[in-house]
């Protein structure tokens, strides 16, 4: 994995981190739409990283990638549930704050 696939998984890790935000902001009503786009962006970045992974030979640039990868599926898996709850009408977002 070279120094641009290092540079990749940082900016993953904030994107993550940015994309929770906007999730959080969306569940509790600030926001009338999920982060879509966002989410797409994040989607092809994390490709990129799990295909560079495949043929790193470097330890530690491996294991980045792959904490990396596993806080993206930690945190999609959270979203995607809230957003199904939402749609089953099982969770209820507040009103738009103004």
Known sequence: MAMESKKDVDRALKEIELLNRLYNQFFS???DEPPREKRRDLDVLMQ???SAVATATNASAKFAANSAIAKYHTHTAKWDKQMKMLEQGLFVRP???K
Do not use: N, T
Request: charged letters at 45%.
């Open 29 to 31: 009503g600030a926001e």
């Open 48 to 50: 990129s990283i799990k």
């Open 95 to 97: 009103p738009k704050r």
